[in-house]
């Protein structure tokens, strides 16, 4: 079974910095995988989870309005990791992260694709 295991979460001031990382590993015997997108989301109490930035196997990136240019993500997927550099926090900013992978499977001559998150991990940001 796949696992996503996220780090880097904590407590910061407002402007502050903090680099989130989220590693995937393990399967069933017998089964590979690779990666087409990692992604982080972020829910905050009382709200939706919500999108904050993605990063596709070719290298395309999306993020949330209200991120771009203080967030950055990046990734090495040959090492199943994503990382998530957070500048400029804001107050607003906090909520517990979940890391999400779109993995491409295959066993012998089967391929599937299925969608994993981790346990998350809580940045809170004061002002």
């Known amino acids: 079974q796949v696992q996503l295991v996220e780090s880097g979460g904590g407590l910061v001031q407002a402007g502050g910095s903090l680099k989130l990382s989220c590693a995937a590993s393990g399967d069933t015997p017998g089964t590979t995988f690779t990666i087409n997108a990692m992604g982080w989301y972020r829910q905050a109490p009382g709200k939706e989870r919500e999108l904050v930035a993605t990063?596709?196997?070719?290298?395309?990136?999306d993020y949330a309005d209200s991120v771009k240019a203080r967030f950055t993500i990046s990734g090495d997927f040959v090492k199943s990791t994503v990382y998530l550099h957070m500048n400029s926090l804001k107050p607003e900013d906090t909520a517990v992260y979940y890391c999400n992978a779109e993995l491409r499977h295959r066993r012998n001559y089967y391929m599937w694709t299925a969608n994993y998150w981790g346990q998350g991990t809580q940045v809170s940001v004061s002002s």
């Open positions: 990063l596709t196997s070719g290298g395309s990136t």
